[in-house]
């Protein structure tokens, strides 16, 4: 047997682990992924190199596979595999040089192979070679027991991670490697086995290779049958099957193992990329959205995987937060990783599958239009999905042939396309409104005009609208004009009746500034009322009332928006206050009657009151007076 041989690190090892324990990892957990995906990794090399070579894969060699075994009684995990194994030499190169890849080093060699010859890669997972070392986050001493394939000479390697590890001869049955870890005090959570079941499940449930844990058998009385190794990973990647040979109960059940919900999915898309990139998926739509889908530090998104190995959760390189309600997974053969695999580097690969991840979900959702699902996805969704024309107006063209929103002309939901294809011949623009609720719009004095015209208004009443639809200029060569704007235009609207009224009441609308003036920014005459006396609207720039309300909660020191009063100078009451201000100017009671006037404006649109009760106050007192007047006569 080999002599046992001390050799130093060939890097700081205490610094390379302060690195790993702080800054590369952000959970303990991780180490059993990595393990695990290095333990894949010696499997893989040792498939690649029996094609050449089939004597390495033999006998009980043939089962190739991961095992995990726990240790209560000495406080230890191990993981074996009966992969490639390690030479002495592999060993001090291997583990004995921080950051050293044996992996990259077997890619450099298959590359060149690969000039030679053609066939399948074998998947590998490390590129950096210090996933190995994040067993210290749970261990303090870590033990590698190692055998190479072909070789009848075993190898120990022993280090507790600080400045030395020992190499001595060792005993192992079969090639492949095993790896204990001394777990420290306060980390034998991981020798409880619904802990393991539940990473393995969670990190390497779509390892190709069977991933085992040794468990005792107990029979119905409870007494002990010995001792059984049962798997733990699925092993099978749904989404690396043809889409043809999957059912739809099959991708149903995925569904819920994936994501716990005892629903079916409203649809999926699964798609495989083929070219530059490789990389697969499977994605989803829940039937009904989580409570805390519009809550900002909400975690949700699909699921990467590097090769069938779990990377992170709610990866927004892969898929943008304005399709947040997406479940699912994507699987990349060649995405570049930084030395922790959670945080994606930028690069030309990820921004490729990004982009491919986000036409696949478009291309889903289109499928959904088309069915009778769709008003359920879009009054789960919609909101979620306008996001897109605001953050990423690059997809408009599609996101513009699935958004529906509610209508004057119309029950239920509309598309552009459709409204586009009702609008008379005499209309030139797509005309909208934006509020709180549909029956507040529906009803406002701010659509008067273009009732009276038969023109059909878009009613939109989610938050985001404000600025989904600020970035749109038009649809179809037809302009997108809000109703609510202070320069909106009706063609051919009716005139006043008498054109003289406007120089009237010219005088009556200086009062009204000057009583309104800690409220109103401009006071004029209305060119889109039929029916009611006043309105307010919007300056150039500024925010719909509910949605300045909504920031103002948020934001204590928002300013407050000043709006412009319009006056419709053919309504009986604007007559009326027209002859009591000629009558006298400084009138008490009309000062009342403006109040008034602009608290109804206010009430018209959905918008709070300063002071209800001195608005209760001042109608009855008008109320009163007006009726007493009326007895007199």
């Known amino acids: 047997m080999t002599e046992a041989k001390t050799h130093r690190f060939e890097a700081e090892v205490s610094q390379v682990l302060h690195l790993v324990i702080n800054s590369l990892y952000s959970n303990k957990e991780i180490f059993l992924r990595e393990l695990i995906s290095n333990a894949s990794d010696a499997l893989d090399k040792l498939r690649f190199r029996a094609v050449t070579s089939p004597e390495l894969i033999e006998g009980e060699d043939a089962d190739l596979r991961v095992r995990i075994e726990i240790d209560a009684e000495a406080g230890t ?52 070679g210090v996933g190995f070392y994040s067993a210290f986050l749970v261990a303090d001493r870590v033990t590698v027991t190692t055998r190479s394939a072909g070789s009848r000479d075993a190898f120990r390697w022993m280090s507790d991670g600080k400045e030395t590890f020992i190499i001595e001869g060792a005993r192992r049955l079969e090639q492949g490697t095993d790896v204990t870890l001394h777990l420290k005090d306060d980390q034998k959570e991981y020798l409880e086995e619904y802990r393991i079941r539940g990473l393995v499940q ?270 749109l200029n038009e649809y179809q060569n037809k302009k997108l004009v809000s109703a609510m704007d202070a320069d909106l235009t009706v063609p051919n609207a009716s005139e006043a009746e008498d054109s003289g009224s406007e120089e009237k009441i010219a005088e009556l609308l200086n009062r009204f500034s000057d009583i309104l003036r800690e409220h109103v920014s401009e006071v004029r005459i209305s060119k889109r009322l039929t029916s009611s006396p006043t309105c307010l609207v919007m300056p150039q720039g500024g925010l719909p009332p509910y949605l300045e309300r909504l920031m103002r909660l948020q934001n204590e020191q928002l300013p407050a928006q000043k709006r412009i009063l319009e006056v419709n100078p053919n309504h009986p009451l604007i007559a009326s206050l027209s002859k009591l201000y000629q009558q006298d100017p400084k009138d008490e009671a009309l000062t009342n009657w403006v109040e008034l006037v602009y608290d109804q404006a206010l009430l018209a649109e959905g918008s709070p009151i300063e002071s209800p009760a001195v608005f209760a106050e001042r109608m009855t007192r008008l109320m009163t007076e007006a009726a007493q007047r009326h007895v007199n006569t």
Request: glycine fraction near 6%; aromatic fraction near 10%.
């Open 202 to 471: 969670r990190y390497s449930d779509y390892i190709h290779a069977p991933v085992e844990l040794r468990v005792e058998k107990k029979d119905d009385e409870g007494g002990s049958q010995g001792w059984a190794y049962e798997r733990l990973n699925q092993g099978t990647a749904l989404w690396r099957k043809n889409a043809h040979d999957v059912s739809d109960d099959q991708y149903a059940e995925f569904y819920k193992h994936l994501t716990h919900d005892w629903q079916p999915p409203l649809v999926h898309q699964h798609f495989k990329i083929e070219g530059t990139q490789e990389f697969s998926g499977l994605l989803f739509i829940p039937q009904k959205p989580p409570a805390d889908l519009f809550m900002p530090d909400a975690q949700h998104g699909v699921r990467l995987y590097v090769k069938r190995v779990f990377i992170m959760d709610d990866c927004d390189e892969v898929l943008p937060k304005w399709l947040r309600f997406v479940r699912g997974v994507v699987d990349s053969e060649d995405l570049p990783l930084n030395v922790s695999r959670e945080i994606l580097q930028d690069s030309r690969v990820s921004r490729t599958i990004r982009n491919q991840v986000v036409k696949q979900a478009l291309t889903m959702i289109g499928k959904l239009e088309k069915s009778d699902d769709y008003a359920t996805f879009w009054s789960a969704y919609g909101a979620v999905l306008k996001e897109g024309l605001h953050f990423e107006p690059e997809h408009k063209e599609k996101l513009l042939k699935l958004v529906r929103y509610e209508s004057t002309k119309v029950e239920g939901l509309t598309s552009l396309s459709d409204y586009v294809e009702r609008m008379p011949e005499e209309q030139d623009a797509i005309y909208y409104a934006l509020g709180a609720a549909r029956d507040i719009l529906e009803h406002g004095p701010h659509l008067e005009a273009l009732r009276e015209r038969g023109f059909e208004v878009l009613l939109m009443t989610d938050p985001i609208d404000q600025w989904s639809v600020g970035s």
């Open 77 to 128: 995990l191990t993981l074996s595999d009966n992969g490639v194994g390690m030479t002495e030499e592999e060993l001090v190169e291997n583990l004995g040089t921080v950051a050293h890849s044996g992996t990259q080093a077997f890619l450099s060699k298959l590359a060149e192979a690969k000039k030679e010859s053609s066939g399948d890669d074998p998947q590998l997972i490390g590129q950096f």
